[in-house]
């Protein structure tokens, strides 16, 4: 069995600030963890991916995450929020045993104030 | 580009009509596509696993008879809302699945449905 836990349903931050965006997951296995980005009316985009190589996963965007096993925590981040970064973000866990079925958490809504 | 392609975009039809969406996998061979239903202000919901070639798996609670799922190539699978009525309205999301593990979805853009 597999779950996300996405700790915040809302974040908001100014532009040119830290963006922290939280992700816990559960799994009987070792797991691909994902984060993806979801603007108005369009499909989900992915910002990066982990896939048990190294746990700092940078992705596009200047996203990145880190993998923490003791802490089952998969956190995004960015270090300088922009106004084109206001969307959904979805953290999803996938076990390789499960035929690619996903596991999506319930989003975070990440508002950047100018 | 776009790597998974997902037509229409929108549809605006009348309560009763049967309307199919298209999602193509344009730069890889996709055994396994993935269809989802989101609600405003929610996450994807996962409606059924296709798989080419043999019938798709559906989640608990959602119609094989309503929601028809076809996968006859290795690029293509269609979902077919049958006899769509409003409570149907909603944004239906295809993903492929390339092929190897732990690989990430990629998905369509959505189709917005609305039943009137």
């Known amino acids: 069995a597999q779950s996300v836990t996405q700790l915040d349903s809302h974040v908001s931050v100014s532009e040119g600030t830290p963006v922290l965006l939280r992700c816990n997951y559960s799994?009987?296995?070792?797991?691909?963890l994902f984060w993806y980005v979801q603007h108005p009316n369009k499909g989900l985009q992915l910002l990066l991916k982990?896939?048990?190589?190294?746990?700092l996963v940078k992705g596009i965007n200047g996203f990145e995450a880190e993998f923490k096993k003791s802490e089952t925590s998969f956190h995004l981040t960015k270090p300088s929020a922009h106004m084109s970064d206001a969307a959904e973000y979805f953290c999803?866990?996938?076990?390789?045993?499960?035929?690619?079925?996903?596991?999506f958490g319930d989003g975070t809504t990440l508002t950047v104030k100018p | 580009g776009a790597v998974v392609s997902q037509h229409p975009s929108w549809v605006i039809c009348k309560s009763g009509t049967s309307v199919k969406i298209e999602c193509r996998s344009l730069?890889?061979?996709?055994?396994?596509m993935f269809w989802y239903r989101q609600f405003p202000k929610q996450s994807l919901m996962l409606m059924a696993t296709?798989?080419?070639?043999?019938?798709?798996?559906?989640e608990q609670g959602v119609e094989k008879d309503k929601f028809l799922i076809n996968h006859a190539s290795l690029t293509l699978s269609t979902l077919t809302v049958t006899s769509a009525h409003p409570e149907d309205s909603s944004f239906y999301i295809c993903?492929?699945?390339?092929?190897?593990?732990?690989?990430?979805?990629?998905f369509g853009d959505g189709t917005r449905l609305s039943i009137l």
């Open positions: 296709s798989n080419e070639g043999s019938k798709a798996t559906y």
């Open positions: 993903s492929a699945l390339p092929p190897g593990g732990g690989q990430p979805q990629h």
């Open positions: 730069d890889f061979q996709a055994t396994t």
């Open positions: 982990y896939t048990s190589a190294a746990t």
């Open positions: 999803v866990v996938t076990l390789n045993t499960n035929a690619g079925k996903s596991t």
């Open positions: 799994s009987s296995y070792s797991p691909s």
